[in-house]
């Protein structure tokens, strides 16, 4: 059965600094991966789609990798803003999405 | 549509009733996947269709829980002799295929607090 896990559970980390997420699974036997973002009370918006045969997808400040082989992703936020303070959720595909618990980032100025 | 929508945002009922709750998907897409998230929780899978069929439904919780797609877009998540465990926010999604090599978007979620 696949799981999937996502470290840390919290981040709190002043404006403009570098900072990674960390999402690890048992089974990698995967189409994709995919990285959301959840704000409080909303549903989820989704930030980058890594398909099985890459090893990493950018869009403007955020990068996210896949290690495939050995069950692990992460989300690379550069220059963190206020604006991204939200819940992070990474999801393996296969014929369906499997959630991790998600990362609650907060970014003070 | 631009997006997935869904009806109620918010639904409040007693325990005991039934409740239906509303999920339009992106114009296209063929899957569509209903999603529970209880508070401080990941997603949890429920149901997803591919066209009008129930290709998964190992996540339906009990027998309480069904879901319909008639005509392979408007689906509709039924959840009988609700209770209070039942209180979640209910997430529903579509994408392109169900190869899942292509991007699920999910809609707002409908609140059901069950009382």
């Known amino acids: 059965k696949q799981e999937v896990t996502q470290i840390p559970a919290a981040l709190s980390v002043p404006e403009g600094e570098n900072l990674v997420l960390n999402c690890s699974f048992t089974?990698?036997?995967?189409?994709?991966l995919q990285w959301f973002r959840q704000d409080p009370g909303k549903g989820l918006t989704s930030l980058l789609l890594i398909q099985s045969s890459q090893r990493e997808q950018t869009s403007g400040r955020l990068n996210a990798s896949l290690d495939k082989s050995s069950g692990r992703s992460t989300l690379y936020i550069a220059a963190s803003q206020p604006g991204d303070s939200a819940t992070y959720l990474c999801a393996v595909g296969t014929d369906k999405l499997i959630f991790g618990t998600g990362t609650r980032l907060q970014v003070f100025p | 549509g631009a997006g997935v929508s869904q009806t109620p945002s918010n639904k409040v009922t007693e325990k005991g009733k039934y409740v239906e709750l509303r999920c339009d998907p992106i114009?296209?897409?063929?899957?569509l996947y209903w999603y529970r998230q209880s508070l401080g929780q990941g997603p949890e899978f429920l149901i997803y269709f591919q066209g009008t069929g129930a290709a998964d439904d190992s996540g339906l919780p009990n027998d309480r829980f069904f879901a319909v797609r008639p005509e392979g877009s408007v689906s509709t998540l039924k959840i009988q002799r609700t209770e209070r465990g039942d209180s979640a926010v209910y997430l529903c999604?579509?994408?392109?295929?169900?190869?899942?090599?292509?991007?699920?978007?999910f809609g707002q979620g409908t609140r059901l607090t069950v009382v």
């Open positions: 089974d990698s036997a995967i189409y994709n």
């Open positions: 114009s296209g897409h063929t899957a």
């Open positions: 999604a579509s994408s392109l295929s169900t190869a899942m090599n292509t991007e699920a978007f």
